[in-house]
């Protein structure tokens, strides 16, 4: 007696009742291997860029808007700060790097930053064609943004003003691509870098030739200042957006950051603290779904229960036929057991197809709006648990009716036939 064969049977005999078990199991898989995907690889992301960072220096505001929008590149900043003020506050021995970031313009929907090529060695990146930028309007595209946008080193192009498409272009001064960069599983694969001086010299067209000769001298003082720890002369009247600072001692650092934000116009932030609590804020909803998709789960084994019972009750006569002929009731326990086992695993491989395709579905619109994406095809040890709790909610509500075989009196039902 193939008893697989005759489980499969039994499930097509019952086409709708089956269907509804299968699905229930699917949909409490699919949203809590969903939550699972999503939540590991936003946390990934986020230490990824996150790593090295030990402080944000900024504009009054969100500290949270202050790291998502230099770190992340994914919000809007809080304002622009004086460039000599923020780097005076960091002349200290406590600070190892100072990384300065000055934003506001983009192409095609991709953020461009000025920076130093320290903010390059920050996340190792490595050259798929071409070298670093050296003079203003120089610019190096991250490797998603060059494939997406079909960039080559020599091509030149104006930016858009603002963060998205749809701001005045500046056609006066064009950016000249002289690097690609190699995938970094980073911010930076979807970014574009310059030199600060580019964009100072951008949003100061009628001056640019001596303001971007100022901002050169400028930015080569903050590498020394960097190197060195020096004090640095700055040119007065130059902003940026944020500074990215590495402390020596972050136990100290703390010290330093709560100065700062006492007894200057700057604040700092964070990346650890606002990360974490952003993660905390996020976490109240997450486990709200997962104890939704642990219901769902659940009652589907209670339909797998029903559907069996009742399955059992409509074959009795069948059953007791079988055993007369000399089936045992323990063969016949597992057969309706495997039923309740091919629910199980149709429903959780079904199950991860759906995450999968939420997954890629969440990951084209992340994509388009925050230039983030996800990899669809990963697998987590987590869901290892999943199959196996999918197993045991499949099995337990499937051998609690199939005990009724060892009540079936085999006389007394062939009889009533």
Do not use: C
Not at 82 to 108: F, H
Not at 368 to 381: A, I, R, T
């Amino acid at each position: 007696m193939n008893l697989l064969k005759i489980s499969t049977s039994n499930l097509k005999d019952k086409p709708l009742t089956s269907f509804l078990s299968i699905l229930l199991m699917a949909l409490g898989i699919a949203i809590i291997s969903l939550l699972l995907l999503a939540g590991k690889q936003i946390e990934e992301k986020f230490t990824r860029n996150v790593a090295g960072i030990d402080m944000v220096i900024g504009a009054k505001g969100s500290p949270l808007q202050l790291i998502l929008s230099s770190i992340y590149q994914i919000d809007a900043p809080t304002g622009n700060i004086p460039m000599e003020e923020a780097t005076r506050l960091t002349r200290s021995p406590l600070v190892k790097s100072v990384i300065p970031l000055s934003m506001g313009d983009n192409y095609q929907g991709y953020r461009i930053v000025g920076t130093n090529p320290k903010y390059l060695e920050h996340f190792q990146a490595e050259f798929e064609q071409g070298k670093v930028f050296e003079n203003a309007m120089e610019i190096v595209a991250g490797a998603k943004v060059a494939k997406n946008l079909g960039l080559k080193v020599g091509d030149s192009f104006a930016s858009q003003h603002g963060y998205d498409q749809e701001g005045h272009a500046h056609d006066a001064k064009k950016f000249k691509v002289v690097g690609i960069l190699k995938n970094t599983n980073s911010v930076l694969d979807q970014m574009m870098v310059t030199p600060l001086e580019s964009v100072w010299a951008v949003h100061d067209e009628e001056h640019h030739e001596e303001e971007a000769g100022k901002g050169a001298n400028a930015l080569k003082l903050l590498e020394e200042d960097n190197n060195a720890g020096a004090n640095m002369p700055v040119d007065e009247g130059k902003e940026i957006t944020s500074m990215l600072v590495k402390f020596r001692n972050p136990a100290m650092g703390m010290m330093m950051a709560r100065s700062i934000n006492l007894n200057s116009t700057l604040q700092t932030a964070t990346p650890a603290i606002e990360i974490n609590r952003l993660f905390a804020l996020m976490g109240f909803g997450i486990d709200a779904l997962k104890l939704i998709a642990l219901v769902i789960i659940i009652v589907s084994g209670l339909s797998v229960f029903v559907s069996l019972y009742n399955s059992l009750k409509e074959r009795k006569y069948e059953m007791a036929l079988m055993l007369s002929m000399g089936a045992s009731r323990t063969r016949l326990f597992f057969l309706l057991l495997l039923e309740g086992l091919i629910i199980s695993v149709l429903g959780f491989v079904i199950g991860i197809i759906l995450s999968r395709l939420g997954l890629w579905i969440m990951s084209e619109n992340i994509e388009q709006n925050f230039h983030y994406d996800f990899n669809v095809l990963s697998l987590l040890k987590e869901e290892f648990w999943l199959f196996l709790g999918a197993l045991f909610i499949g099995l337990l509500a499937a051998s609690i009716p199939s005990l009724g075989i060892y009540n079936i009196n085999i006389s007394k039902t062939l009889a009533d036939e």
